[in-house]
């Protein structure tokens, strides 16, 4: 008895994490692959890095998580190790490595799985799958322009419709503390009250600063500055500081870009967004919809990270965060038509050859064939209605005198055997 519990204990998965199968597998795949299939219309290669490294690759100094979120290990030579919390980090160090010599722009995509212990955890995954690309080598506007319209055009392909963009510019913020003249410490607790949208906190917290009254007004209502074009402009009339002022116009420049692709009614500005991720120095965005409280696409330009292992390379780049965007997608009950319609090919022993030369018959024209040996004990309906579960569309039933019957499972007219 107790070794039967324990082996059903082993049935479980780890707190965080989760076995995804049948169906649901084969829908996430299908979008996932869809996805992957723009990224490379638009010319991006593909890339792949390792599911752990060194820890100093995603340190905080080089702006990605905290350690204590980071699920860490030692190697045999006393390293220390993590599982790749983040993968825009990888992609650098691969660029400084590999890509040393080039100078003109680098488009790279890669598909793989974070690990981001949840404090707290709530529910919350540990290991999520990202899609990403990344766009090296091009500081223009032109380029953030770009990967926005990739970003937009994936969620179109996955078949959402009601969907936004929310941008922002990491610079606007730092550059209206900078006019403020708070201290590091202040700027980091001024974050925490403006993402909780603790208005009240923030305000009582500037009143005691000497701060011109436009640039206090400005960081009071960063957290509501939501909205079109109309918003930035609004942020003009607030500041004077020079680095705030040019975030504000490369949004104008992204703005003008992205209406030249057609895609401004997907698009809304935030200006008030703080990216978890410290490397941004640019355009920062988050794509959104309902059906997950969560962003299902998120993205920026990290000018200065690549430098950080020895290559002086401006980039942009976004990931889509396929558990989020799945959940949506689901909620929204958009059809993912990702049934594979297989042939199930019966035959008896004696028939085998006959069944293999059929099987690859069919395969050669990518019709999918799982072979089986008939049961003599088991009926042909009972194969029927392990089709049915199965995603098989139609049964080739070779009998002992070597004649082939179709069993059509799928309803629809099929030309499967001739």
């Given at each position: 008895?107790?070794?039967?519990?324990?082996?059903?204990?082993?049935?479980?998965?780890?707190?965080?994490?989760?076995?995804?199968?049948?169906?649901?597998?084969?829908?996430?795949?299908?979008?996932?692959?869809?996805?992957?299939?723009?990224?490379?219309?638009?010319?991006?290669?593909?890339?792949?890095?390792?599911?752990?490294?060194?820890?100093?690759?995603?340190?905080?100094?080089?702006?990605?998580?905290?350690?204590?979120?980071?699920?860490?290990?030692?190697?045999?030579?006393?390293?220390?190790?993590?599982?790749?919390?983040?993968?825009?980090?990888?992609?650098?160090?691969?660029?400084?490595?590999?890509?040393?010599?080039?100078?003109?722009?680098?488009?790279?995509?890669?598909?793989?799985?974070?690990?981001?212990?949840?404090?707290?955890?709530?529910?919350?995954?540990?290991?999520?799958?990202?899609?990403?690309?990344?766009?090296?080598?091009?500081?223009?506007?032109?380029?953030?322009?770009?990967?926005?319209?990739?970003?937009?055009?994936?969620?179109?392909?996955?078949?959402?419709?009601?969907?936004?963009?929310?941008?922002?510019?990491?610079?606007?913020?730092?550059?209206?503390?900078?006019?403020?003249?708070?201290?590091?410490?202040?700027?980091?607790?001024?974050?925490?009250?403006?993402?909780?949208?603790?208005?009240?906190?923030?305000?009582?917290?500037?009143?005691?600063?000497?701060?011109?009254?436009?640039?206090?007004?400005?960081?009071?209502?960063?957290?509501?500055?939501?909205?079109?074009?109309?918003?930035?402009?609004?942020?003009?009339?607030?500041?004077?500081?020079?680095?705030?002022?040019?975030?504000?116009?490369?949004?104008?420049?992204?703005?003008?870009?992205?209406?030249?692709?057609?895609?401004?009614?997907?698009?809304?500005?935030?200006?008030g967004m703080l990216s978890h991720y410290e490397y941004y120095t640019g355009i920062i965005f988050k794509a959104y919809t309902y059906g997950t409280g969560e962003a299902i696409a998120t993205g920026g330009r990290y000018d200065n990270l690549v430098e950080q292992f020895g290559k002086k390379t401006p980039a942009i780049g976004l990931a889509f965060v396929l558990d989020q965007l799945m959940a949506a997608l689901s909620s929204q009950e958009v059809e993912i038509d990702a049934r594979e319609e297989d042939i199930l090919l019966l035959y008896r022993s004696a028939n085998r050859k006959t069944?293999?030369?059929?099987?690859?018959?069919?395969?050669?024209?990518?019709?999918?064939?799982?072979?089986?040996?008939?049961?003599?004990?088991?009926?042909?309906?009972?194969?029927?209605?392990?089709?049915?579960?199965?995603?098989?569309?139609?049964?080739?039933?070779?009998?002992?005198?070597?004649?082939?019957?179709?069993?059509?499972?799928?309803?629809?007219?099929?030309?499967?055997?001739?």
């Amino acid at each position: 008895m107790e070794g039967s519990t324990y082996q059903k204990s082993l049935l479980f998965t780890p707190e965080g994490v989760r076995d995804i199968y049948g169906e649901d597998c084969e829908k996430r795949y299908k979008v996932q692959n869809d996805i992957h299939a723009v990224m490379k219309l638009y010319g991006f290669k593909d890339i792949q890095t390792p599911t752990y490294e060194f820890f100093d690759i995603f340190n905080r100094e080089r702006g990605t998580v905290k350690s204590k979120e980071m699920f860490k290990f030692f190697d045999q030579y006393n390293n220390t190790l993590v599982l790749r919390p983040d993968i825009t980090p990888s992609v650098a160090r691969c660029v400084a490595k590999y890509y040393d010599n080039e100078d003109m722009q680098i488009r790279l995509c890669y598909t793989g799985n974070t690990f981001i212990h949840q404090s707290g955890y709530q529910g919350k995954l540990a290991e999520t799958t990202q899609v990403g690309a990344e766009l090296m080598n091009d500081d223009s506007s032109d380029a953030d322009g770009e990967m926005i319209a990739l970003a937009i055009d994936c969620l179109e392909k996955t078949g959402l419709d009601e969907f936004k963009v929310d941008i922002g510019h990491a610079d606007l913020f730092r550059g209206i503390v900078e006019e403020a003249g708070l201290t590091e410490e202040e700027t980091e607790q001024l974050k925490v009250y403006l993402v909780n949208k603790n208005i009240f906190a923030a305000s009582d917290m500037l009143e005691k600063k000497e701060i011109p009254a436009g640039c206090k007004d400005l960081l009071v209502k960063l957290p509501d500055l939501f909205g079109d074009i109309e918003t930035i402009a609004y942020a003009k009339d607030k500041t004077t500081n020079p680095r705030a002022l040019e975030a504000l116009d490369r949004l104008e420049k992204l703005y003008n870009i992205i209406k030249t692709y057609g895609m401004e009614k997907h698009v809304t500005f935030d200006l008030g967004m703080l990216s978890h991720y410290e490397y941004y120095t640019g355009i920062i965005f988050k794509a959104y919809t309902y059906g997950t409280g969560e962003a299902i696409a998120t993205g920026g330009r990290y000018d200065n990270l690549v430098e950080q292992f020895g290559k002086k390379t401006p980039a942009i780049g976004l990931a889509f965060v396929l558990d989020q965007l799945m959940a949506a997608l689901s909620s929204q009950e958009v059809e993912i038509d990702a049934r594979e319609e297989d042939i199930l090919l019966l035959y008896r022993s004696a028939n085998r050859k006959t069944a293999i030369e059929i099987g690859n018959e069919l395969r050669s024209q990518n019709k999918p064939v799982r072979l089986m040996r008939k049961n003599a004990e088991i009926s042909l309906e009972d194969y029927k209605e392990y089709g049915k579960r199965n995603e098989v569309s139609s049964i080739l039933y070779i009998d002992d005198t070597g004649e082939v019957t179709e069993f059509n499972l799928s309803g629809k007219k099929e030309d499967t055997w001739q």
